[in-house]
């Protein structure tokens, strides 16, 4: 089982619509879970952390479960500029802080 | 403006030469990391560096070298060990203290990365 896991999509939704994604990860000590965007051929950007109990920016929810070892994020209302991917970040436990990426999750939004 | 500047953003080699890809960041962060991407897949980790004089293999470092002699620096070289090294390489940092931006203690930022052929 990869570390942290995603379903690539993509997900197809129209202007102002809801859509959540989901990914998994198989530690259940890990610690700092992310969500970072990535536009087609450019570089990740941090979208949002995702802390213990749920957090909240504008249009976008985070929300991390760990008791099934696995964090959300929401997107309300949803924007052509939103259409990108969306990559999951879980630290790895132990001293050094290492950064895991999951695949990513495509999201395309159309009019 | 802080930032990494990665370099080149494209670079075209031989089978059978060495290149190395630049990658300095000006926000002096203590951690520095090189990832590797293919297409539809995520990020994986080649090399981290969690202070000067100091790094360590990630996932992928088979056919990789990197050094740390300043803390501003972390360069990437890929070798011809590396048996297929087309790909988009992606350098980050990483600040342990909370950001002037309040973006949060170990938030990784990247370069714009460098996208390697292999001719």
């Known amino acids: 089982r990869k570390e942290v896991e995603q379903d690539p999509g993509p997900f197809n939704v129209p202007e102002g619509a809801t859509v959540a994604f989901n990914c998994t990860y198989s530690?259940?000590?890990?610690?700092?879970f992310f969500w970072y965007r990535q536009d087609c051929r450019k570089e990740p950007k941090l979208l949002m952390s995702v802390y213990s109990s749920g957090n909240e920016d504008g249009r976008f929810t985070a929300q991390l479960n760990r008791a099934s070892q696995y964090i959300s994020l929401l997107i309300r209302d949803s924007k052509l500029s939103d259409s990108a991917t969306y990559l999951c970040v879980v630290k790895r436990s132990g001293g050094s802080y290492i950064p895991t990426f999951g695949r990513g999750t495509s999201l395309i939004v159309h009019p | 403006d802080g930032g990494i500047t990665q370099s080149p953003k494209y670079l075209f080699r031989k089978e059978g030469q060495n290149v190395t890809l630049s990658c300095e960041q000006n926000l002096n962060h203590d951690a520095m990391y090189w990832y590797r991407q293919d297409p539809g897949q995520g990020l994986r980790l080649i090399y981290y560096s969690q202070i000067v004089n100091d790094f360590q293999k990630g996932d992928i470092a088979e056919g990789y070298s990197v050094s740390r002699e300043k803390k501003e620096s972390f360069p990437l070289t890929v070798t011809s060990a590396q048996k297929n090294p087309t790909a988009f390489y992606l350098c980050?940092?990483?600040?342990?203290?909370?950001?002037?931006?309040?973006?949060?203690?170990?938030?990784?930022?990247f370069g714009a990365g460098s996208r390697l052929t292999v001719l």
């Open positions: 980050a940092s990483r600040s342990d203290r909370e950001g002037v931006m309040n973006s949060g203690a170990n938030v990784l930022t």
């Open positions: 530690n259940s000590a890990s610690q700092s």
